[in-house]
């Protein structure tokens, strides 16, 4: 955990300073293989970057320190994304750049870095998020291909080029096509899941009721203006496509399952997952001074972040300890034990929703070792993840914003804690507070 407030600074370098949130825009979340079929990664994150200039004025020189953001599926030519967003946005060109990757942890590990800058003084306002786009994932050349062609490349004379050729079979055309597996098991994040929500003996009804909430209570912020300034419409989309306001219990109580069927009394369903989604989020950073000088208000304040992992392929997976999603069920006690505050003392509570039955399993896992229970009104009060979908990298850019514009909502001092967990075995969590 990196706290904000007084510290002894190191020699040369400035004491550490509060880092504001001052803002965040994001293009509608679409689910993949619709509208947002054709589009790059790299369009869909200039296109939330641009909505954020636009916003706040950002065109000028200087205005902002650096970008910082990724992606998780990306092309070879995405290699320098966050840079060649600059150059095609309306930030200034001479804006420095570089991307970051941290599986569905990304865009909140990309406020994270953009943060501790920030409050050491090594810049006064960055831009911070990332972008994914499940619909133009990259296809790899097969393996046994690509080794022929690196072998007829290094070939000394047109004969050995040609032998090499030679050896190409029908077959090694076919490309590697993403999985959504981890390499060290093969198996999917669904099925990881279906894992820990057998050990933690989630039921079937719980997990619809969630999503069910999800559902109503993104429709109910988007009602109320609450996402008026946070989301900016693209390619015809003016609201997130994932959304079901009519969503309840009944209805998702008929889907069949679809992750852990091969065992017993399978839970988890495509209504109580996130589907594969595109979008793109980010977040605006600065320094008080910065804010000051331009007379906007910080909605919030980044106070404290915490990362962790998990030995989801040789530790206690089966007894759920470990799971694949489990990682903020040791951040989380670990950042608030170092920043003397328990679950109580949150308005509001962010967790991530890759999965109904994952969420669950992370508040269990929360009261197992010694916090109190989450009152659920204060949690995902706004929807999350299941009702707008998970574009990997966007993630944690589009719940910094949105805690930030609930935190200024209330008008009132308040402190609200995040936690999204991440392929990988990892999780990442921060706090924000509005003093």
């Known amino acids: 955990m990196n706290p904000i407030g007084p510290a002894r600074a190191p020699l040369g370098a ?5 880092v504001a949130v ?3 825009t994001r293009i509608p979340f679409a689910r993949s293989d619709g509208p947002y079929a054709t589009a790059s990664v790299q369009e869909m ?4 970057v641009d909505g954020l200039v636009e916003r706040f004025g950002l065109q000028e020189p200087g205005a902002v320190g650096e970008l910082v953001a990724g992606a998780v599926l990306k092309h070879s030519r995405d290699f320098n994304l966050a840079r060649e967003t600059v150059l095609g946005s309306l930030l200034d060109a001479r804006t420095p750049a570089y991307d970051i990757q941290q599986a569905c942890g990304t865009g909140l590990q990309a406020v994270v870095a953009a ?3 920030i409050t050491l003084g090594q810049t006064e306002s960055a831009v911070a998020g990332g972008a994914d786009t499940a619909s133009d994932a990259p296809l790899g050349v097969n393996d046994s291909l690509r080794r022929i062609l690196l072998e007829a490349r290094r070939a000394k004379s047109p004969g050995a080029r040609l032998k090499a050729l030679a050896r190409i079979r029908p ?7 993403p999985r959504n597996a981890e390499p060290r098991t093969g198996l999917s994040m669904g099925e990881h899941a279906a894992v820990t929500a057998r050990a933690w003996g989630v039921p079937r009804e719980a997990q619809d009721e969630l999503a069910a909430t999800s559902h109503r209570r993104l429709a ?5 203006g609450l996402l008026d300034g946070l989301v900016v419409p693209f390619r015809g989309l003016t609201r997130d496509q994932n959304l079901r306001p009519g969503s309840t219990v009944e209805k998702l109580a008929t889907l069949k399952p679809v992750f852990g069927t091969g065992a017993p009394g399978p839970t988890m369903t495509a209504g109580n997952s996130t589907p594969l989604t595109d979008g793109a989020a980010v977040v605006l950073l600065a320094s008080e001074e910065w804010a000051e000088a331009r007379d906007l208000e910080p909605l919030a304040y980044l106070t404290a972040y915490e990362t962790a992992a998990v030995d989801f392929v040789g530790g206690d997976v089966a007894g759920g300890e470990d799971g694949l999603l489990m990682a903020p069920a040791y951040a989380v006690p670990r950042m608030l034990e170092r920043a003397g505050l328990g679950i109580e003392d949150f308005d509001f509570v962010e967790i991530h929703e890759a999965f109904a039955s994952q969420v669950l399993a992370t508040l269990a896992a929360w009261e197992k070792r ?3 229970p989450v009152d659920r009104a204060r949690l995902n009060v706004a929807g999350s993840s299941l009702a707008t979908g998970h574009p990997f990298a966007a993630t944690g850019a589009r719940i910094v914003a949105t805690l930030a514009a609930l935190l200024a909502e209330r008008g009132t001092p308040g402190r609200g804690l995040i936690s999204v967990c991440a392929a990988g075995g990892q999780g990442v969590t921060a706090i924000l507070e509005r003093p």
């Open 22 to 24: 001052v803002g965040g």
């Open 115 to 117: 943060a501790n800058k």
């Open 220 to 224: 109910a912020a988007y009602d109320r």
């Open 45 to 48: 994150l200039t296109a939330a």
């Open 14 to 18: 400035a004491a550490a300073r509060p």
């Open 370 to 372: 010694g916090l109190a």
């Open 171 to 177: 077959s090694h055309v076919v490309p590697d096509i």
